[in-house]
Structures are given as C-alpha cells and as structure tokens.
C-alpha cells in the first residue's frame, strides 16, 4: 500500500514539475517572437544586357523577421533610360525571399518604347540581396516587335536602394 502512494506521489511531483517547466519555458521562448519591418525608398540601379540602361524607382519592402524562417516580400515600380538607343522602359515588379541567405524570386511586367514602337512583357527575374544592394537577372519576354527593336532580352541588374522610411512592429 505504501508503495502505491509512494509511486502516486512521484507521479503527481512529476506532473507538477513538467507543468511548471513548460510554463517557465514557454516565458523565455523566443522561437515566437517576430518583427515586421516595413521599408520604403528610392533606388537607382544599372540595367546590362546587350545595352545598357539607368534605372530609377521606388521599393516597398516587408519583412517579417523570426527566428527560424525569415521572409521579405518587396514592391516595386520604376523606369529606365537607354541614352544611346533613346529607349525609355517602365517596370512593376515583385520578389520575394524566404530565409536569410537564400535567392530572390520575383517577376516585373514591363513596357518599352522607342517612341515609335512600343512593347508590352513580363520578365521573371532571380537574385539575390545583401543588405541594400540587390543583384537581379531575367529574361524580358515581349510582344511581337522587330528585331530592330533596341531592347534588352537577357539582362541583368544591380539596385541600391536609399531606405527612407523604417516602421518596426513586434508581435509576441
């Protein structure tokens, strides 16, 4: 009899105990804590292809920060000048990153002109970003125009982005 309340005993320490330690476990786990980062600003980049391009524009980024598997999703609209072929291109795009690491994927649908033709495209794109500086490359897939047309197809650029605005939300 004695052993039975004996091992009772042990068992309802043990069921307290664990309790306790989950409780005082779950106060100091981190693994739940996240930060959204909300970042907005300007960039200027270089577009080089078969030509070359200056880019201007604007990003929204929107990062959300834990501690096992970070993600950024970013926004951006922007323009871009080739000087030798007066060719003028708008893009609005997007890309996104999960992890720290890891390649950016994203896709921009794009316009170019010449002023007397125009074309219409999507250009999927990856990259990769380390701090503000973002390296991309993709293809511009267009509609119909001539081969004539002073347009870069594969490309690849480098953005700077000048974050102006930061907004930093903890969530527990």
């Known amino acids: 009899m004695k052993n039975k309340y004996l091992l009772l005993g042990l068992l309802l320490f043990a069921f307290i105990v664990s309790a306790q330690e989950s409780k005082f476990k779950r106060f100091f786990d981190i693994s739940d804590v996240e930060l959204d980062v909300h970042k907005f600003g300007p960039y200027i980049g270089w577009q080089q292809g078969r030509f070359s391009s200056i880019e201007f524009g604007a990003e929204f980024q929107h990062k959300n920060i834990t501690l096992f598997s970070p993600t950024t999703h ?93 907004n930093f939300i903890w969530k527990k």
């Open 74 to 166: 970013s926004y951006h609209f922007g323009f871009n000048y080739n000087f030798s072929n007066n060719l003028l291109g708008y893009d609005l795009g997007y890309w996104y990153k999960s992890g720290r690491l890891n390649l950016t994927y994203g896709a921009n649908a794009i316009f170019r002109t010449d002023y007397s033709q125009n074309a219409f495209g999507i250009a999927p794109v990856i990259g990769y970003k380390l701090g503000q500086l973002h390296m991309q490359t993709g293809y511009n897939f267009l509609t119909d125009v001539s081969s004539t047309f002073p347009c870069n197809t594969f490309f690849m650029t480098i953005r700077f982005v000048l974050v102006q605005h930061r």
